[in-house]
Nanobody
Framework: QVQLVESGGGLVQAGGSLRLSCAAS????????MGWFRQAPGKEREFVAA????????YYADSVKDRFTISRDGAKNTVYLQMNSLKPEDTAVYYC?????????????????WGQGTQVTVSS
């Protein structure tokens, strides 16, 4: 089993930056594709970014491309989401996820493990 714990959320002004971390435990996730998703109040969960196990493949939602960067540190069993130029519409609970096998995915249903989420609030 894999346990995922997100951290790094908080309140930031528009234009600011935050770095989210997702620490895995239970087993190494160095061979798992990983993803970040978010859910704003009253909205469905949406894809944010994903990264392959070997870091060669990354995917981003159009809404965050060129502002957010996903990365991972195998030695620390941790995945990161660097968020720059934050906008009020980025306000949401952010979740990290891990999936068995194959490539990273933009589809939440394809992920097997989820964290509890961390709140990001961007004020205007």
């Amino acid at each position: 089993q894999v346990q995922l714990v997100e951290s790094g959320g908080g309140l930031v002004q528009a234009g600011g930056s935050l770095r989210l971390s997702c620490a895995a435990s239970g087993r190494s996730v160095s061979d798992y594709p990983m993803g970040w998703f978010r859910q704003a109040p009253g909205k469905e969960r949406e894809f944010v970014a994903a990264i392959s196990w070997n870091i060669r493949i990354t995917y981003y939602a159009d809404s965050v491309k060129d502002r957010f960067t996903i990365s991972r540190d195998g030695a620390k069993n941790t995945v990161y989401l660097q968020m720059n130029s934050l906008k009020p519409e980025d306000t949401a609970v952010y979740y990290c996820a891990a999936r068995h096998y194959s490539d990273p995915s933009r589809e939440g249903w394809e992920y097997d493990y989820w964290g509890q989420g961390t709140q990001v609030t961007v004020s205007s």
